[in-house]
């Protein structure tokens, strides 16, 4: 088999997977019903990376499959992005109790998982769902000042937006989600099909990419 960025290690999402589902590492492994790894195609473009499993997805074993999952998937469906395409995991596998916000040890415990994810896939863009993601991942605390734009970090491209979540209670929110989803899967087309951008196109994606 020609060596590529998938197969270079022996590692594979399905180990990942299952290690996940057997995982004792930390506290919330004794009171889970299910770890939720992550699912999707390793050839993806794009992994989401959301916050923490919730009741539902504690229930299913699979992300971003409740209320929050809903508005994710209306808004990934108007942006013409196939949620089978994509990659979609989370900072933690394990839900915390009462949805609380993943603890520091939670998320260090966890984190190796969501690294081997990320190296296997070697994906174009990671879109971070959100300020736990966000501070995660980027080490910083509000997302407003970055939210639809594209962050650069040691060589890999992080698109920042909302998490679905925050559009349960405030309307308004369900709009920037959909829109920043929609400038995303722009971004991925252009990606694709660089040789298509014209000057103009080219500039406006330099308006919002900022390195640090
Ligand atoms: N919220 C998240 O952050 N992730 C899920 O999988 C579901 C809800």
Redesign the pocket.
Known sequence: MEATAHSISNDTLEKIASEVIECPLCKLSRIRKNA?PGEGQISAKVIFI?????K??DEKG?????V??RIFDVALQKAGIERSQVF?T??IKCRPPG?RVPEDDERTACRPYLDRQISLIAPRIICL??A??YSSILGRKSIKENRGKIIKRNGQEYFITI???AAIYNKNLLHVLEEDLSNLSKKIRKMENPERNSLLDYMDGQNDRISC
Do not use: Q
Not at 50 to 54: D, R, S, V, W, Y
Not at 62 to 66: L, S, T
């Open positions: 939720v959301g916050e923490a499993p919730g539902n997805e699979r992300p971003f499959v409740g929050a999952g979609i989370n900072i949805n769902l959100g736990t993601a998490h679905p979540a």
